[in-house]
């Protein structure tokens, strides 16, 4: 396989496991809002539903995004295909 | 100040312009203490910032086609992130978004998930791509990727539709402020809007609009966690209120129990004498109050919508590289995570403010002659902003007695929690500065197409850079009283449209934008089917909902983008197969798309 589609390859990959931990925290747990509201935890002593949309949901996307960053510049670097700080 | 190395001096000059914000917001409370009339500190501060914008936008103007669409490539991750969050929250963000959390909760909460959770598709599917693509815009990808005219042609279809849509509610917004705080009447207000729109636009394009988007972020957000802290503080809440108001949610609560929310119904008679655009409050303030598809079924469509919208995209086109881009996105994120999670906090302090009776502010409960004396439910009554009635007749005011617009609930809390008027000042700036920001973007993204997509690459492509940069202005200039005279009419209110635009960019955009990038099968025919076909299917089920039609699965007029995108990704997968593959050109093409390094696909000059 041609070193670039390993990178591909391994992008692709990435995608996924970022687009996995973005559908829970998305879509997967406000299929369970009622369950949510009534769980015994209670982030800062917000109701866990309340507290996942107006803080908790956004904040882990926020570090998601910085993850994912890292994770594709690293395997960019693996690869060679970083750019050039004159490109 | 803005020659030379410019960019390496970029935190110092906007150090000292935040400095010199906050020096000014000082100087207003010192004059305002000498006894300036409230009046007089509104004018200045929004004229005070919207000449700065107007400095800013004059001093940023170029004759360069590189600098005037894509601000050079040199705008660094951390300050694209404070101009992206800018273009971003719009007026609707900063004026609407509280007010619509404090009337119907866990419910509208989705569009914060939704307006937060698409940049991780933004991060992840697109922004980097289609900066290493070189395009100046979007439909300038769509154009190259897939080859030829009637793609790009497609693409401006869907781009134009979606953020005139959007830019209406906007150049609105302005309108109305500018309208409040000079008190001048809103029909000449909107032209005043326009005008300090296109000062920050039009000399510079996209380079001006960056370096004045970064300083209207600094403005707003000064603007909105001012008040949010210092009520918090006030009312003794918590030093940090975004961590500490679980007990005002409570009380909250307790208070929607002792008060019968939801017990009594206002009869249509009595709701009759409520003025337009007024609502009291119906739902409970933290429990989920909706069907977890309704939530998730706004929340993808904000999500996917986030990701189609051209305005936000174009703003990762003018980072220095793709890890620029990919940066910029968490910082963008970030920062609109600062207003974003301080929304639903401001929300919960103004319905304390109003609802505790154990505290100064409370109303409810007490009698409706004490209500109507106080000083500013009577300036929020005259702006048609606030409303009481005594319903039973019983003379006290009543949870379902209380009426309020939901701009109030940004707009007249810090005077109801009793904080100096120069706040209010300072708000109404901040509110003006966003609806600015993202106006001055939607404006750029739909004339920048109709000059570089329509123009440039479909008329005349010998035309020279003096003539296409020309014709750039001219087209903005004419957007720009479009939309203003649009906004004029007050057809639709400002929410209503914005949630419209994402669905209009998600039926149209998403599908053909992703796929061109991770779906090499994917050809022109298919792009232009999907693209049509998707905002054709999009609009009518939307208009079939307006004129009556049930809908199906529950998708609403907020949400018919589903429609619209499943459209336009079956047409686009039945179509591209149908037909040939790309050449081996275009497929090369979308390999050296994927890897970082290498040559921009179109050069900084074309």
Same mark, same amino acid.
């Given at each position: 396989m041609s070193k670039q589609a390993q990178h591909w390859e391994k992008t692709r990959g990435l995608l996924f496991v970022t687009l996995a931990i973005w559908f829970v925290f998305s879509i997967g747990i406000f299929l369970f809002g009622a369950e949510m509201e009534a769980s015994?935890?209670? =982030? +800062? $002593?917000? =109701?866990l539903s309340y507290y996942m949309t107006c803080q908790g949901s956004l904040g882990i996307f926020v570090i998601l995004i910085f993850w994912f960053a890292g994770r594709q510049e690293k395997i960019d670097e693996e690869f060679g295909f970083s750019e050039r700080e004159d490109d | 100040m803005f020659k030379g190395n410019f960019i390496n001096n970029l935190p110092k000059i906007y150090g000292t312009y935040t400095g010199g914000f906050i020096v000014f917001i000082i100087l207003m409370a010192i004059a305002e203490q000498a006894g300036m009339s409230a009046k007089v500190i509104g004018i200045c501060f929004v004229a005070f910032t919207v000449l700065i914008y107007a400095l800013i936008g004059y001093l940023s103007r170029t004759i360069q086609v590189d600098a005037y669409y894509l601000a050079g490539r040199q705008v660094p991750t951390v300050f694209n992130g404070m101009a992206t969050a800018a273009d971003w929250m719009s007026g609707a963000s900063f004026v609407a978004m509280a007010g619509g959390i404090y009337f119907k909760g866990y419910g509208y909460m989705a569009l914060l998930v939704g307006w937060t959770g698409g940049y991780v598709l933004v991060a992840s599917l697109l922004a980097p791509y289609l900066r290493k693509f070189g395009c100046y815009t979007v439909p300038d990808f769509i154009g190259t990727r897939y080859g030829g005219n009637l793609a790009r042609l497609s693409a401006v279809i869907v781009l134009t539709v979606a953020s005139f849509t959007y830019v209406t509610a906007q150049i609105n917004a302005t309108g109305t402020i500018a309208s409040v705080a000079l008190d001048i009447p809103f029909n000449i207000a909107v032209y005043v809007g326009l005008a300090s729109i296109l000062m920050c636009s039009m000399l510079g394009g996209m380079r001006a609009v960056t370096w004045t988007q970064v300083a209207q972020y600094i403005v707003l957000i000064i603007a909105y966690l001012i008040p949010v802290f210092w009520i918090s503080n006030k009312m003794g809440? $918590?030093? +940090? =209120?975004h961590l500490m108001l679980a007990d005002e949610v409570a009380r909250i609560a307790e208070l929607e129990a002792q008060f019968g929310l939801g017990d009594v119904k206002n009869s249509a008679a009595d709701l009759k004498q409520v003025p337009k655009g007024l609502s009291g409050i119906t739902k409970a303030h933290a429990e989920v109050n909706t069907t977890p598809w309704k939530f998730i079924s706004l929340a993808v469509c904000m999500m996917a919508g986030t990701a189609s919208l051209p305005h936000v995209m174009m703003r990762y086109f003018t980072t220095p590289s793709v890890k620029a881009a990919r940066r910029s996105v968490g910082w963008s994120l970030f920062f609109i995570f600062l207003l974003y999670s301080s929304a639903p906090m401001l929300a919960t302090l103004s319905k304390l403010s109003l609802m505790d009776p154990n505290l100064a502010t409370g109303i409810i409960g007490k009698s409706i002659s004490e209500v109507q004396a106080i000083d500013w439910y009577q300036n929020w009554n005259q702006a048609n902003l606030m409303f009481v009635s005594d319903f039973n007749g019983n003379g006290t005011l009543e949870l379902n007695e209380f009426f309020m617009g939901g701009k109030a609930v940004v707009l007249a809390t810090p005077e109801i929690a009793g904080l100096p008027y120069v706040i209010s000042g300072l708000v109404a700036a901040g509110g003006m500065a966003a609806a600015m920001s993202t106006a001055d973007g939607l404006v750029l993204a739909i004339s920048n197409a109709l000059s570089h997509d329509i123009y440039y690459k479909m008329i005349n492509p010998k035309a020279e850079t003096a003539k296409r940069l020309l014709i750039a202005r001219i087209l903005l200039v004419l957007i720009g009283f479009a939309g203003a005279t649009i906004a004029a009419l007050e057809i639709q209110g400002i929410l209503g449209s914005v949630i419209w635009a994402f669905d209009f960019a998600m039926s149209g955009l998403f599908f053909p934008l992703v796929l061109g990038v991770w779906w090499k099968r994917a050809n022109a025919q298919g792009a232009v089917a999907g693209m049509l076909g998707g905002l054709a299917a999009g609009t009518a089920y939307l208009i079939a909902v307006r004129s009556g039609y049930p809908g199906f699965l529950d998708i609403t007029q907020l949400t018919f983008g589903i429609v619209g995108s499943v459209v336009s990704l079956v047409l686009m997968i039945v179509v591209s197969l149908a037909t040939k593959a790309p050449d081996a050109a275009t497929q090369k093409m979308v390999d050296d798309v994927r890897v970082p390094s290498g040559k921009a696909i179109l050069g900084r000059q074309h």
């Open positions: 015994s935890i209670r =982030p +800062f $002593g917000y =109701p | 809440a $918590g030093v +940090f =209120p």
